[in-house]
């Protein structure tokens, strides 16, 4: 172990323990909002490794998200009794369904045209969800009850809040590591390489195609895995987190928080949620709290492109 | 065989031609704010994602112009020129230190711009959508519908609007430098033409020709704050289509879209008909990736 | 009729200038001068910088050390379509003719300026079309149907509506046909006989020795050599070592 790996772990211990006794410690709200922090932290984080490794911007990444969610409702509202694994299965599938075809068609364009045509696809998933009321519920979505937390046959115990932000984070760990190991793998490797010169790395012979597809998949099956999360927690299923706004979010919370370094967009994702917050109880709630954030969020592109972390990294090394 | 022919029975041709002039007017509108979509595009690069906020805010400076004075045309100067030079504004202050890094950075600021500016709309004029009444109330038979006047004015008037637009750009001083920066910036620059300033001009023409569209689409179903996305969605669809930074290649790919949603809605819902773009879009993308109405790349 | 020496102000002068593509170090302190209507010829072989000194001057590159004069003032950090304006013309090695605009189109991106009166604007253009009569025969034609050597003219008359005090010309004879060369020829002749200084890059030793008053020499980013153009011949052994193959 080199000494940036030993400070590396060391300071994830002590965010992991912090992370951990925060709900036993934090009022019930701060808890909620401390596990929402986390569960967008994974949505942003997942559309990172397009945006910082790959080097491509989504904009669509509420289609991923709003199918783990709609995936993970279908789940708990036919299969009775609701089952939690069911959930994150069928979530997990509907997420794949959407990232395979929107890998598909996108992966063919570049840069700005792959962003355009990921919004415009998201846009599909919003429709059909908005319209197909009979399955969807339409406009007003889907309402459903939490399933216990189980594992077969050892353990069953009912979701509370404290649970609820464990589960979270445990899952969030686990796919930041997933997801940091992929990037650090030789996989990942090409992805930098197609970030930093793709018609170099498709002459050495990769099939760029291939890479970018499984990439968008991959981002994919983890926005959706945030999509069910973010479903349990709340309960419900709707429409509005399909729509673009959400994807948008996730564009910020990368660009606030630092493209290419995975915890970033988590950091991103809670600096503009606790702003938000700040902002609605110092101006109250009609506040267009979006206006001040906007105009952060574009400072932010042209003064600190890297990101907090980016700059919070640079300023640690000097 | 026999259902063939009880469609083509019971088909609604005058229902058809119907669609087809609405199907021709909402285009007109759309190439309007297409137009200067692509333009911007073609020339720096630019994808503004706020530029259905432009056509959002034209419509609301509409709304309060025409409150103050009654004058519907006052109204579209004003909300022109004021959409211009905000448009101009955004451009000076955060898209021209932009230039010459990653174009993706200037779809993030101009999208971080599309929020600033809905959120203001929303602010400022609440949620409750505007209406304007038409500056041209009169009608005219059109089988068992009584036909609008305006409507037609609307695509007489986006027509016209952009043929000017292209007589400039063909003989106009500042149009052969918006040429020339688009061939080439370098030599552009190297010619003599401020191209720093070709772009903020670029901005604003393109700002306002999406103010214009605002306002004069804003009497057909009201101004509000949330109309700006659903333009500018089909807007990115033609300008795909139309093959990114062609003009002509946008005003076309505008009127087929619309034609083609338009005859979709007689079968279906108008919020169901847009995935009709949807599918045009997937299908060029597929099959002529470099745009629907550009002649092979040789 | 050399600079070098005489008290005459020089027109250009770059100073000890060095210039960087990305991290690749071009240009290592390159100094010359061009006195006001002198004809100067930069030599070297491929890849030695003096595409990049041409662009150094006329802004499309930035120096990362030294300065730029023009007409007694630093311009270095000017953006080039101010230096076009103040009197510097360019002519880059592939031309760069607007493909898609028209010839007088093209001819108009120079001659739109402001305080350029319609008769003026007519005479430069007759006084091109004199010099250059197919550009005439084809006004109406796109830039890009043009033939090569079209195109070489249409880049020098495109040039000269600027009214320049210098034009930097770079190998304007590359892949032209012998008969496209010698016309290429008597318009430097012509230019320098109105007045107008040229700083000329080019790859024919001959031609450049005919038509310069004076003569730099540049290898791996620097000037190594500078005289008169005609205390030198073709087959000097300093040609020979810096130019020959």
Redesign the interface.
């Given at each position: 172990m080199t000494r940036h790996d030993k400070i590396y772990w060391a300071g994830f211990c002590v965010i992991m323990a912090l992370l951990i006794v925060a709900p036993i410690v934090l009022p019930e709200f701060w808890r909620r909002f401390l596990t929402e922090i986390l569960i967008w932290g994974l949505l942003a984080m997942s559309s990172d490794l397009l945006i910082g490794y790959t080097g491509m911007i989504s904009f669509g990444h509420s289609a991923f998200f709003g199918l783990g969610m709609y995936g993970a409702a279908a789940a708990l509202l036919i299969v009775s009794p609701p089952n939690l694994w069911l959930a994150i299965l069928f979530g997990l599938a509907g997420a794949a369904g959407a990232a395979l075809f929107v890998a598909y068609f996108s992966t063919r364009l570049r840069d700005i045209y792959f962003a355009i045509t990921t919004l415009i696809f998201s846009q599909i998933f919003y429709v059909i969800i908005f319209t197909w009321t009979p399955v969807t519920g339409g406009e007003n979505g889907l309402i459903f009850t939490r399933p216990h937390f189980s594992i077969p046959f050892i353990y069953d115990v009912r979701f509370d809040s404290t649970i609820m932000h464990w589960f979270v984070l445990a899952v969030v760990t686990g796919s930041y590591l997933i997801l940091r190991r992929v990037t650090q793998s030789p996989f990942g490797m090409v992805l930098q390489s197609i970030r930093e010169n793709e018609a170099r790395t498709r002459a050495i012979g990769y099939p760029v195609e291939r890479y970018k597809i499984v990439s968008v998949m991959l981002s994919g099956l983890f926005a959706g895995l945030a999509g069910v999360l973010y479903a349990v927690q709340n309960e419900f299923a709707s429409p509005d987190f399909v729509f673009f706004t959400t994807s948008g979010d996730t564009v910020i919370f990368n660009v606030m928080g630092g493209i290419g370094t995975l915890v970033g967009p988590i950091v991103g994702a809670g600096f503009f949620q606790l702003l938000r917050e700040l902002m609605s109880r110092i101006f109250g709630d009609q506040f267009p709290y979006l206006i001040p954030l906007g105009f952060i969020f574009i400072a932010m592109i042209i003064f600190l492109p890297q990101g907090l972390l980016g700059f919070a990294r640079r300023w640690l090394n000097r | 065989m026999d259902a063939v022919v009880q469609f083509f029975q019971n088909f609604p041709f005058e229902l058809l031609l119907i669609q087809t002039i609405n199907g021709i007017v909402t285009g007109m509108i759309l190439a309007l704010v297409a137009s200067g979509l692509t333009l911007i595009f073609g020339i720096m690069d630019v994808v503004n994602f706020a530029h259905g906020e432009l056509f959002m805010l034209g419509a609301y400076v509409g709304v309060i112009v025409i409150t103050a004075t009654g004058s519907f045309w006052l109204a579209l100067i004003i909300a022109a020129l004021v959409i211009a030079i905000l448009g101009a504004g955004i451009q000076i202050v955060t898209l021209r230190p932009l230039i010459g890094r990653d174009p993706l950075n200037t779809i993030l600021v101009t999208f971080g711009f599309s929020l600033i500016l809905q959120n203001y709309a929303l602010w400022q004029f609440g949620p409750v959508a505007r209406k304007i009444s038409e500056p041209i109330t009169t009608h005219f038979n059109l089988f068992y519908l009584e036909y609008p006047w305006y409507r037609l004015l609307i695509a007489l008037l986006s027509a016209s609007i952009i043929g000017a637009f292209w007589l400039f750009l063909k003989y106009g001083?500042f149009g052969?430098?918006i040429?020339?920066t688009t061939?080439?910036r370098?030599?552009?620059?190297?010619?003599?033409?401020?191209?720093?300033w070709v772009f903020t001009g670029v901005f604003a023409i393109g700002a306002a020709m999406a103010a214009t569209s605002g306002v004069l689409f804003a009497p057909l179903v009201g101004v509000n704050h949330t109309m700006g996305l659903d333009w500018v969605l089909k807007a990115f669809i033609v300008v795909v289509v139309g093959g990114m930074g062609n003009l002509g290649g946008s005003i076309l790919a505008a009127i087929f879209i619309s034609l083609l949603e338009s005859y979709a809605s007689i079968w279906v819902n108008p919020s169901q008909a847009v995935i009709v773009s949807f599918v045009v879009l997937i299908l060029t993308l597929l099959f002529r990736p470099t745009g629907l109405f550009v002649p092979t790349p040789k | 009729m050399s600079a070098a020496g005489t008290s005459v102000e020089p027109l250009v002068r770059v100073e000890d200038v060095h210039t960087y593509y990305g991290k690749s170090h071009i240009l290592h302190g390159v100094t010359l001068e061009v006195a006001p209507g002198e004809v100067v010829g930069l030599l070297g072989r491929n890849g030695v910088g003096k595409s990049t000194t041409l662009k150094t001057v006329?802004g499309?590159v930035q120096p990362s050390k030294g300065q730029v004069q023009f007409d007694g003032k630093v311009i270095t950090g000017l953006?080039?379509?101010k230096l076009?304006?103040l009197g510097i013309g360019?002519v880059?090695e592939d031309r760069?003719i607007?493909?898609?605009?028209t010839v007088m189109?093209?001819l108009?991106?120079?001659l739109?300026?402001r305080g350029v009166t319609e008769e003026k604007k007519q005479a430069l253009l007759d006084k091109v079309f004199a010099f250059f009569p197919v550009l005439a025969e084809r006004r109406n034609q796109a830039g890009g149907t043009l033939s090569g050597g079209e195109q070489q003219m249409l880049a020098i008359a495109?040039?000269m509506m600027?009214e320049p005090k210098i034009i930097l010309l770079d190998e304007p004879t590359e892949g032209l046909m012998p008969r496209m060369v010698s016309q290429i020829r008597q318009i430097v002749e012509v230019l320098h006989r109105e007045g107008v200084a040229i700083l000329l890059v080019e790859q024919n030793v001959p031609l450049t020795l005919e038509s310069s008053q004076r003569i730099y020499i540049m290898e791996k980013g620097c000037v190594r050599h500078t005289c008169a153009a005609s205390d030198i011949s073709v087959n000097d052994p300093v040609i020979k070592q810096y130019l020959g193959v």
């Open positions: - | 001083k052969i430098w040429r020339a061939q080439d370098v030599m552009a620059q190297a010619m003599g033409i401020p191209v720093p | 006329m499309l953006p080039s379509h076009a304006r360019y880059p760069r607007f493909r898609l605009l189109e093209n108009r991106t120079g739109d300026r495109r040039a600027l």
